[in-house]
């Protein structure tokens, strides 16, 4: 099986036939990166599917450390509902998250904001990454 997914029936086969109890009804290309094709699911998932053996080492790592912080973060981060295991429909693990609403914070994005919600940006972030180095 190839592991460039732009075919959407293809995207329903790995994922109905790896969770028999999920019915996907819509699936919309998100986008792909060097690492994986994302793909969402039914309006409230993310599916990702790694494109090469680092990009799978790196999906098992962020299953790993999503499951671990779920429950020890404050702050919204996709949850992990699905996790594929490599099989016949596809070689590599993969995972379906649910969706957080948002927007990529692009230059343009960023250059837009007024100096006080580039602070309050600033300090959200600054707790964020404080919050998460408290792990390590």
């Known amino acids: 099986m190839r592991t460039r997914h732009k075919d959407v029936?293809?995207?329903?086969?790995?994922?109905e036939g790896s969770f028999e109890h999920l019915h996907v009804?819509?699936?919309r290309f998100m986008g792909h990166g060097n690492d994986c094709d994302a793909y969402e699911i039914n309006g409230s998932m993310i599916f990702k599917f790694p494109k090469h053996d680092w990009a799978d080492r790196n999906m098992i790592k962020e299953i790993e450390i999503l499951r671990f912080l779920e429950s020890k973060i404050s702050y919204r981060i996709p949850r992990v509902l699905y996790a594929g295991l490599p099989s016949i429909r596809f070689k590599y693990h993969?995972?379906?998250f649910s969706r957080i609403d948002g927007v990529p914070l692009s230059r343009a994005l960023y250059s837009g904001l007024s100096e006080e919600e580039k602070e309050v940006l600033a300090r959200e972030l600054a707790?964020?990454?404080?919050e998460l180095h408290g792990f390590m």
């Open 127 to 130: 707790e964020f990454l404080k």
């Open 94 to 96: 993969f995972g379906g």
């Open 25 to 27: 009804d819509n699936i």
């Open 9 to 15: 029936e293809e995207v329903r086969f790995i994922i």
